[in-house]
C-alpha cells in the first residue's frame, strides 16, 4: 500500500460493513456486466438477423468495452476494496488507469457512431447502403480505440496515476498535477467529450423530429398505394421503437457518468484535496461502474429482437444443445425482429 493511500486509510477509512457493501455492490455490477454484456455478442452472432445487420458491429464494440470494463477494471476495484488497499503495484495501476480511460472514450465514441449510423439510416434511407458500408464501419470502430489509447496513454506516461482510496481505482491525481493536466483535460474534453456529445445531440434531435413527423403522415396520402403507404408506416414506426431504446442508452450512459466527470472537474479545479467527501466520491464510481451494466437490459426490455435472441439463448444453455425446436417456435417472432431495425 502507497504512503497516500495509507494516509487515506487512516484518515477516512471503511468500516467492515462498509467494505461489505461496496464489495457486494462491485461483484454484482461485475456479474451483470461480464454475463450481459457476453450475452449480448453471443445474441448478435447467433442470431442471423442481429448478425447481418453491418451497424450491430457498433454494438459488438460498446459490448466489448462493457465486458472489459467489468472483468479488469471492476475486478480490480474489487480486490482493492476487500484487500482495503492497492496491493498489485505501480505498474499495474498504471495499466489499470490506461484501461480505464481508453474504455471510457471509446464507449462515447461509440454511442456517438452508433447515432451517426441511425441519422443515416433514418434521414437518407435510400444512400444508407452506400454510406454506411462494412469498411466505414470497421473505420469507424478503428477509430474509437485509437483515440482511446493515445489518450489513455498520456497520464501513465507523464507518472499522474495513483490509487484514489475513494474512488477505489486508480486514477489520475488531478490535485497534483494541475497545471501540467490542464491541457490534457481541455483536450479530451474537447475532443472526446464535448464534440461527439454535441454531434450525438444534433443526429438525435434530427432522428426524433424525422421519426414524429413520418409516422403522422395520413394514410389518405396514399390511398392509391395502399400497400405502399402501410409498409412506409410501419417502416417509421418501427424504427421509433429503436431510436427509443437507443436514446434510452445515451441518458442513461450520461446519467451514469455525470457524476463521475463532475467530480474530476471539481479535482482539477480546486486545490483542496478534501473538498469532496470520500463517499461522494466512491459513490460516483459505482453509479460510472452501472453504465457497463445496464446496457443489455436495455437492450432486452425495449428491443424485441435481442429479447427474442436473448430467449433463444436462454433456451439452448438450458438444453444445452442446438435449439432448432426453439428457433420453430420462434419464427413468429423472427419475422417480428426486422421491423425493429
Not at 453471443?42 to 472483468?71: M, P
Not at 476495484?77 to 484501461?99: E, F, K
Not at 489518450?151 to 486514477?171: K, R, T
Not at 483542496?272 to 432486452?300: D, E, H, Q
Request: one cysteine or more; charged letters at 15%; proline letters at 2%.
Amino acid at each position: 500500500m502507497s504512503n497516500n493511500t495509507v494516509d487515506d486509510a487512516l484518515a477516512y477509512g471503511r468500516t467492515h460493513v462498509e467494505i461489505g457493501i461496496l464489495a457486494t455492490t462491485i461483484c454484482i455490477l461485475i456479474c451483470l456486466s461480464v454475463l450481459g454484456n457476453l450475452a449480448v455478442i453471443v445474441a448478435i452472432y447467433k442470431s442471423h438477423q442481429l448478425r447481418d445487420e453491418i451497424s450491430n458491429r457498433l454494438t459488438i464494440n460498446l459490448a466489448i468495452t462493457d465486458l472489459v470494463n467489468g472483468a479488469v477494471v471492476m475486478t480490480s476495484s474489487l480486490i482493492s476494496t476487500v484487500s482495503d488497499g492497492w496491493d498489485m503495484g505501480s505498474l499495474y495501476c498504471d495499466l489499470i488507469c490506461c484501461v480505464n480511460y481508453c474504455l471510457i472514450i471509446v464507449s462515447m465514441l461509440t454511442l456517438f457512431f452508433i447515432s451517426l449510423d441511425r441519422y443515416q439510416a433514418i434521414i437518407h434511407p435510400l444512400l444508407y447502403t452506400e454510406i454506411i458500408t462494412s469498411r466505414r464501419i470497421t473505420m469507424m470502430i478503428s477509430y474509437t480505440w485509437v483515440q482511446g489509447l493515445v489518450f489513455c496513454v498520456i497520464p501513465a506516461m507523464l507518472h499522474w496515476v495513483e490509487y484514489d482510496y475513494h474512488e477505489a481505482i486508480c486514477a489520475i491525481q488531478w490535485h497534483k498535477e494541475r497545471d501540467q493536466a490542464i491541457f490534457y483535460v481541455v483536450a479530451a474534453f474537447i475532443l472526446c467529450f464535448l464534440m461527439p456529445g454535441l454531434a450525438l445531440g444534433f443526429c438525435y434531435c434530427k432522428i426524433l423530429k424525422e421519426v414524429k413527423k413520418k409516422s403522422q403522415v395520413h394514410p389518405s396520402v396514399y390511398q392509391n398505394n395502399q400497400d405502399g403507404s402501410i409498409s412506409k408506416k410501419k417502416k417509421y414506426s418501427t424504427s421509433s421503437k429503436a431510436v427509443r431504446s437507443l436514446l434510452i442508452i445515451v441518458c442513461a450512459y450520461f446519467i451514469c457518468m455525470t457524476p463521475f466527470s463532475v467530480t474530476k472537474l471539481i479535482k482539477v479545479s480546486w486545490e483542496n484535496k478534501t473538498f469532496l467527501r470520500g463517499s461522494l466520491n466512491t459513490a460516483a464510481s459505482v453509479i460510472a461502474f452501472c453504465s457497463s451494466a445496464i446496457n443489455p437490459l436495455i437492450y432486452g426490455i425495449f428491443r424485441r429482437d435481442f429479447r427474442a435472441a436473448y430467449k433463444r439463448l436462454i433456451c439452448k444453455v438450458k438444453q444445452g444443445g442446438n435449439p432448432s425446436n426453439i428457433t420453430t417456435a420462434h419464427a413468429t417472432e423472427d419475422d417480428l425482429d426486422s421491423s425493429d431495425h
